[in-house]
């Protein structure tokens, strides 16, 4: 596609309800990152793929989040055992190779914004 | 602590005039800078980026400044038009890390 993709783009959970939600990051794009933006907050890291290798997830919040990009294209952060605090819009990013290296941008999809109840 | 301050959480101009963005960072690590623009329901854009080798790049009516001494970058539109109405976004990141590190956004508001 000629974006980023994510889907869903709204998501309601009870509180315990485990969700999953989708990135298709730009063809060819080697690295993926997600980040969670709170209402009137910044985006904030989350995690870090280049191919299907998670390099980095210092920025999960607990072990009930967890990324996945198993072939290396689409990608999944499942949050388990959902709670208030989880509601956020989550983002999901790309670019060609990384950032550090050759000060790539991030292209950027729209979100899923989860609300937890 | 916050890294990255953006003091200002809205600003409005009249169109036509200037538009002065303004971010603080707190470590001196950060060797790279970009402003982000991003509309209601939709993910940031990239807008423009500085490296800390320079002080200065402008790219058509957006120009980034650097001040390393004081920490602190601006981002200039000029000359401002509605269109331009949105959160920005000042991002940061630190040599050989791949995250950024964003401030809380200014919403900016052109008037026409």
């Known amino acids: 596609g000629a974006g980023v993709s994510q889907s869903p783009r709204y998501k309601v959970a009870k509180r315990g309800q485990d969700v999953a939600l989708r990135c298709d990051p730009i063809?060819?794009?080697?690295?993926l990152f997600w980040y969670q933006q709170a209402l009137g907050q910044g985006p904030e890291f989350l995690t870090y793929?280049?191919?299907?290798?998670?390099?980095?997830k210092s920025g999960l919040p607990s072990d009930r989040f967890f990324a996945e990009r198993p072939e290396g294209s689409v990608s999944t952060l499942k949050i388990q055992r959902t709670q208030q605090e989880d509601s956020a819009v989550y983002l999901c990013a790309s670019s060609l190779f990384g950032v550090a290296a050759t000060n790539e941008k991030l292209f950027f999809g729209s979100g899923t914004q989860l609300s937890v109840l | 602590d916050q890294q990255v301050k953006q003091n200002s959480p809205s600003l409005s101009v009249q169109e036509g005039r200037i538009s002065i963005l303004n971010c603080d960072y707190t470590n001196s690590m950060f060797d790279y800078f970009l402003w982000y623009k991003k509309y209601p329901a939709e993910g940031p854009t990239f807008l423009i980026s500085i490296s800390s080798i320079k002080d200065k790049n402008e790219d058509g009516r957006f120009t980034v400044f650097l001040n390393k001494s004081a920490k602190h970058l601006s981002l200039h539109i000029v000359p401002s038009q509605p269109g331009d109405s949105a959160v920005y976004f000042c991002?940061?990141?630190?040599?050989?890390?791949?995250?950024?590190?964003f401030g809380k956004g200014t919403k900016l508001t052109v008037n026409p």
């Open positions: 063809s060819g794009h080697v690295s």
């Open positions: 793929f280049q191919n299907e290798a998670q390099l980095d």
């Open positions: 991002a940061v990141r630190q040599g050989g890390s791949e995250k950024l590190v």
